[in-house]
C-alpha cells in the first residue's frame, strides 16, 4: 500500500490549499481516511477524518469550519481543502488509511501512512 500526498506549499494567512493523497495497493473503498499534521517540536495532531462512503467526516475544533475533507473512490483520491489558513496551521500535513470500522481520531488506530506535504502559513 503506498499513499502519496501533494498539494503544500507556501500561502499568506488567510489563503487556500488543496491537499490530495492518493492511494495504490490496497482496498481504498472500504477504508476510512484522515489527515493528521506535524509541526516542529509537536506531536502528530488529527485534522479530520472521512468514513469510507463519504457519509461521515469530523474535524478537529481549532480546524473545523475552515476545513474540508472529501474523497473520490472512483480515483483512489482523498483531499483536504483548507481555508482561511493561518500561521498555527504550518505543519507538515500527513494522509492515513484506517482498516477499521468508524471513524477514529488516535494514530495509533491507522495502518497506512504517506510521507507528508508541507504547509507553510505565513503572517
Known amino acids: 500500500v503506498l499513499l502519496v500526498e501533494s498539494g503544500g506549499g507556501l500561502v499568506q494567512a488567510g489563503g487556500s490549499l488543496r491537499l490530495t493523497c492518493v492511494a495504490s495497493g490496497g482496498m481504498f473503498s472500504q477504508w476510512n481516511m484522515g489527515w493528521f499534521r506535524q509541526a516542529p517540536g509537536q506531536e502528530q495532531e488529527f485534522v479530520s477524518a472521512i468514513d469510507w462512503s463519504s457519509s461521515s467526516t469530523y474535524y478537529a475544533e481549532s480546524v473545523r469550519g475552515r476545513f474540508t475533507i472529501s474523497r473520490d473512490n472512483a480515483k483512489n483520491h482523498v483531499y483536504l481543502q483548507l481555508d482561511s489558513l493561518k500561521p498555527e496551521d504550518t505543519a507538515v500535513y500527513y494522509c492515513?488509511?484506517?482498516?477499521?470500522?468508524?471513524?477514529?481520531?488516535?494514530?495509533?488506530?491507522?495502518?497506512?501512512w504517506g510521507q507528508g506535504t508541507q504547509v507553510t502559513v505565513s503572517s
Open positions: 492515513g488509511a484506517d482498516r477499521a470500522e468508524g471513524l477514529r481520531v488516535g494514530v495509533r488506530y491507522y495502518d497506512y
